[in-house]
C-alpha cells in the first residue's frame, strides 16, 4: 500500500519570515552543481516500449537534477502517470562527460522494467470527512475502469486541498492511500483527512517594484472587503485571480502572482498579490 500525506494547499504560496541564519544558510546552497543528462542507454535486460522509452528520454535530456536517483524518479513518475504502478528503474552505469562549477554532463545507462498497466476499481472515503462523498469524488476525474494515472491522482488531491481551501482550511492534513490487486491488475484509492485549523480573511497587500495604478488597487481592495473577517479563503484566492486575469489578459502566469501570509494567534491569512512587472500598460 502506498500512501501520500499532504498537509498544506498548493493553491497558495506560503510566505514565512526567516531568521538571519536560515537566509544565510540558503543563500550558501543557491547555486548546487546541476546534472545535465546528455545520453540515456538501456541494459540488455530492460524491458519497456520504444514508445516509453521515447518519452523518458525527452523528459530526461529536457530536464536538470540534483541528484543521479532523480533521474530514475523521473522515469518512474512518467510511467506512473500511465497506470504502470510496478515500474522498476534504477542507474547501472554513469559516464561524467564535462564538468563546471555549476553543472556535470552525463551519460547514463539505466535498467528500467515498466510491468504491468493498472486500471482504477474504486475511489473510497473515510467518515466525517468535511464534504459529501459525492463532492469529495469529483476532485478526482477519472472514471472506473480508467488507467490510473498517478498525475491524475495528484491533481485529484490539489483539487481536494482547494475545496478545503474555499471553506477557510488551509491547512489540511490529507491522507490519500492506493492498494493494488496484482492479479486483476487494479488500483483502489482511499482518502482520508483532518481539517486543520480554520484561517479568516485579514485582507489584501498589494506589492511589486512597480506602484499599483490607482484605479486597478481599488478595484482589488474593494473585492478584499467582501471577504474579510469570512472563512472563505479559497473563495477569496480565486476571485483575486480571476480581476486579475481580467486586470492583465496578456499576462500568462496569474497564479505566479498569488501568495497568501498565514499566521498569528487568531488563524489571519493575508493575500499577497506582486505586481506583473513584465505586463506593459
Known amino acids: 500500500m502506498k500512501v501520500r500525506s499532504l498537509v498544506c494547499s498548493s493553491l497558495i504560496s506560503l510566505v514565512v519570515s526567516l531568521g538571519p541564519e536560515v537566509h544565510a544558510q540558503s543563500a550558501a546552497a543557491t547555486n548546487p552543481v546541476r546534472i545535465k543528462v546528455q545520453s540515456v542507454s538501456l541494459t540488455n535486460d530492460s ?8 518519452v523518458i528520454q525527452e523528459r530526461i535530456l529536457h530536464s536538470r537534477f540534483r541528484e543521479l536517483s532523480q533521474i530514475a524518479q523521473a522515469a518512474v513518475g512518467r510511467l506512473n502517470a500511465e497506470g504502470y504502478w510496478k515500474v522498476q528503474a534504477e542507474i547501472t552505469a554513469t559516464d ?52 490510473a494515472s498517478d498525475e491524475k491522482i495528484q491533481a485529484g488531491e490539489q483539487a481536494l486541498r482547494d475545496l478545503y481551501a474555499t471553506k477557510g482550511y488551509m491547512q489540511p492534513h490529507l491522507v490519500v492511500s492506493t492498494s493494488l490487486d496484482d492479479e486483476a491488475r487494479t488500483l483502489s484509492l ?92
Open 96 to 147: 561524467v562527460l564535462n564538468e563546471t562549477a555549476l553543472l556535470r554532463t552525463v551519460a547514463v545507462t539505466m535498467r528500467i522494467r515498466e510491468g504491468e498497466q493498472y486500471r482504477l476499481k474504486n475511489v473510497t472515503f473515510a467518515n466525517k470527512m468535511l464534504f459529501q462523498e459525492a463532492q469529495l469524488r469529483q476532485a478526482f476525474t477519472m472514471s472506473e475502469g480508467e488507467v
Open 47 to 54: 524491458s519497456i516500449s520504444s514508445d516509453h522509452l521515447q
Open 190 to 281: 482511499h482518502v482520508a483527512g483532518q481539517e486543520g485549523p480554520l484561517f479568516t480573511v485579514n485582507g489584501l497587500t498589494l506589492e511589486g517594484h512597480q506602484e499599483w495604478p490607482e484605479e486597478k488597487a481599488a478595484k482589488l481592495q474593494a473585492l478584499a472587503q467582501l471577504y474579510v473577517g469570512s472563512h472563505e479563503v479559497g473563495v477569496f484566492i480565486a476571485a483575486i485571480k480571476k480581476q486579475l486575469a481580467e486586470m492583465f489578459p496578456d499576462f500568462d502566469q496569474i497564479n505566479t502572482l498569488v501568495g497568501v501570509t498565514m499566521g498569528g494567534e487568531e488563524n489571519r491569512a493575508t493575500v499577497n498579490v506582486l505586481y506583473p512587472e513584465a505586463h506593459v500598460f
